[in-house]
């Protein structure tokens, strides 16, 4: 290249130079404060969310009861994991990695570091909205309306609803003690009549009683088509179930004022023995005694 050459080729650099504006340093502040807020946003308040979320709905899936329900741990988790908050929670992560990324200095840290710094942000934020109930809120009031979310109170109730399996839940609606029977509805208000002459005293008062009629139980479905049941072990719900449509009063029958059919001769077609080898009888029975 020739001396006039590299002196028009220099010209043209410093004139095009000459255009470039240079920008403000205000912007940088102001985009590097957005992607800050933008962090916040979906870690510090989005991801504590799904974490206060997830909280609530592992703290009252059943755990105590998964070996009556599930049968093992890892099918207890396949059925109960909140899929859609985990989802959630993940998308948030990696949007606030992204964001914190961008940032002015966010170069200089690794994927782990953004991510166990952001994830630790959500643990804490998370646990303390849950600790204040926010976690009850988005898993029943908001989470019943997120698409694919099951509440976990809804999952229990699923759970116990399986007379194949010899569980059953639901609402005591009379009760005859003379004849050790009361009737249950379910949640899909079908009427079952158990025989409870294999439960003990303290099952019929504390119970049946002082629970107001809100059941579990443990037993033999002797015909789907009667909706016959003995019951073999019965657990009342805790207080964390009340308002869950397991709350209604029950009348209590004399001889006269219960219109039960009667019920079948347990002793014909029932062995007191065959309770002991349910699934979960030994659990459940571990509890009642521990309590």
Not at 16 to 42: G, R
Not at 111 to 117: D, N, W
Not at 280 to 285: E, F, K, P, Q
Request: proline residues 4%; aromatic residues 14%; charged residues 20%.
């Amino acid at each position: 290249m020739t001396l006039e050459k590299k002196e028009n080729f220099s010209e043209k650099v410093l004139a095009e130079l000459e255009k470039v504006k240079q920008t403000p340093a205000w912007k940088f502040k102001i985009k590097n404060l957005l992607f800050w807020i933008l962090w916040v946003i979906f870690v510090v308040f989005g991801g504590s969310l799904a974490v206060a979320a997830i909280a609530f709905h592992t703290r009252f899936s059943g755990w105590n009861f998964y070996p009556v329900t599930h049968g093992s741990v890892g099918i207890f988790l396949l059925d109960t994991l909140p899929y859609v908050w985990l989802l959630i929670f993940i998308a948030f992560l990696f949007i606030g990695y992204e964001n914190f990324k961008n940032t002015k200095h966010g170069y200089r840290y690794s994927f782990a570091g953004i991510v166990s710094f952001s994830l630790l942000c959500c643990l804490i934020s998370g646990f303390v909205l849950y600790s204040i109930g926010v976690g009850k809120f988005l898993d029943e009031d908001f989470g019943k309306h997120l698409p694919f979310h099951h509440p976990a109170f809804e999952q229990q109730l699923k759970a116990w609803q399986n007379p194949g399996r010899g569980l059953l839940t639901g609402n005591v609606v009379s009760i005859n003690f003379e004849i050790k029977t009361f009737v249950l509805q379910d949640a899909a208000e079908n009427f079952w009549q158990v025989d409870g002459s294999n439960l003990v005293e303290e099952d019929w008062q504390e119970v049946l009683l002082a629970e107001a009629g809100e059941l579990r139980l443990l037993g033999l479905n002797l015909s789907e088509v009667e909706n016959n049941f003995i019951a073999c072990l019965i657990m009342p719900w805790g207080e964390e179930m009340r308002g869950h449509g397991l709350n209604r009063s029950f009348p209590i029958c004399g001889e006269s004022n219960c219109d039960l059919p009667p019920f079948p001769d347990q002793k014909e077609i029932f062995d007191p023995s065959s309770c002991e080898g349910l699934p979960g009888y030994d659990v459940i029975l571990r509890m009642k005694t521990l309590k």
